[in-house]
């Protein structure tokens, strides 16, 4: 179980609506980005051994690295950054991004949908409170001609813009084999027998088209969100017929209301606190767990997997 001083911060943040994200540059005096800090381990320095694994150019993983007798993958965010995946033959190498001022590389050690892997920033930068209602949903890269990399975008202390990395979609980018496992699964899937429909909150491209993918193969009717507020829109307007509604999965990191806050509102309205909520989210550590569960969430599920999805509908609807 992770330490209560962190449950404690993530229950702070809940109440307030608040996240907070660590941000980083990707070259000097480079545009601010930015990532969730409970996706963040810890950001070190490093000046072992990288292991390559692969000699292609093209390749999004720099080797492996050891941490504490751990190997993880490592990724250079930059040259992702430059990385489309409809000519995945093109040469990265000239992205790596590389600082002349350290001996070694600036690494966030991140730890999403149950993954645990390095990622190479330029340096890190200071850690930004906010509310959700301050984060803007974007997507795309200023100054690139590739898309779907960002998920949001706020301001900085002095208004400079600070963009928000899809760490998600970087994933299903780097090991697309995740997906071709989900799409394995998604060959089990069998038809389910409801009327009812389910409101699915999510503020990333990736996860939502995903979600479509497998609710469309359960032959499950479902609207879809693409952040927590315009669900809680849809539930809470009157014309909303709510005996429709079957169940809501929603995603916890979600511009403007959170999926804490989704939670909450749907669970403390008599009008709706009925309806099962499953969490769908990467933020897979157990404090999470725990602060959605303590809100009244039925189910919490790692990020968009088929089977888990299924069990989930057959238990509350079917």
Not at 133 to 162: A, C, P
């Amino acid at each position: 179980m992770e330490n209560l001083a962190k449950v404690d911060q993530i229950t702070s943040l809940h109440k307030n609506n608040e996240l907070q994200l660590l941000c980083f540059r990707l070259d000097a005096k480079s545009d601010l980005y930015a990532t969730n800090v409970f996706k963040i381990r810890e950001v070190i320095k490093y000046d072992g051994d990288i292991t390559s694994i692969s000699y292609e150019k093209s390749s999004l993983i720099e080797g492996l690295i050891t941490i504490r007798d751990h190997t993880i993958p490592l990724i250079d965010l930059k040259k992702w950054f430059y990385y489309d995946a409809n000519d995945k033959d093109k040469d990265l190498s000239q992205y790596v991004i590389k600082n002349t001022m350290l001996n070694g590389d600036i690494i966030m050690i991140c730890e999403f949908s149950r993954w645990t892997i390095g990622v190479r920033i330029y340096e890190a930068d200071r850690i930004l409170s906010k509310k959700w209602t301050e984060i803007e949903q974007s997507s795309g890269i200023v100054g690139s001609s590739n898309n779907n990399k960002l998920i949001g975008r706020t301001r900085y202390f002095n208004d400079e813009l600070v963009q928000i990395v899809d760490i998600e979609k970087m994933l299903v980018d780097v090991f697309p084999w995740i997906e071709e496992n989900k799409e394995e699964e998604l060959k089990k899937l069998g038809k389910v027998k409801t009327s009812k429909t389910i409101l699915i909150a999510d503020d990333s491209p990736v996860v939502l088209k995903t979600l479509q993918l497998i609710l469309d193969k359960l032959n499950v009717d479902h609207f879809d969100f693409m952040n927590g507020k315009k669900l809680l829109d849809y539930l809470f307007d009157p014309d909303t017929d709510l005996n429709q509604i079957g169940m809501i999965i929603t995603d916890l990191e979600m511009p403007e209301t959170s999926g804490f806050e989704v939670i909450k509102q749907i669970k403390q309205n008599n009008r709706t606190a009925h309806l099962p909520i499953v969490v769908n989210s990467s933020m897979s550590g157990s404090s999470n767990e725990e602060m959605a569960m303590s809100l009244n969430a039925n189910e919490f599920i790692s990020k968009s997997n088929p089977l888990e999805i299924e069990a989930c509908i057959k238990k509350y609807l079917a």
